[in-house]
């Protein structure tokens, strides 16, 4: 309903900032609000964060030693095909 009262003010079918478009955009604004309470009330699970901040970084270690092995094999493989080159 946003985007059609936006769209609508484009066209210049209602004015801008009038009754009708913020009757159109007040559903949104609601929803919005009620959400931000509803979260504030709510609060977080802090060992639902904590289980998946390890996943994660056990995720990024495994990867990281994958990229690190990887990464000095194309090394060594490129400075011999350099100082090869050069000769």
Known sequence: MVMVSGLLAMLGLIDGFSTPQLVL?????????VLAVWLIAKGFNPTAIAAQSANEMSRWRAAASTASSSRR???GITVE????GRR
């Open 25 to 33: 955009a007040a559903p949104i604004g609601v929803q919005e609000m």
């Open 73 to 75: 094999r194309n090394c």
């Open 81 to 84: 095909k350099v100082s090869a």
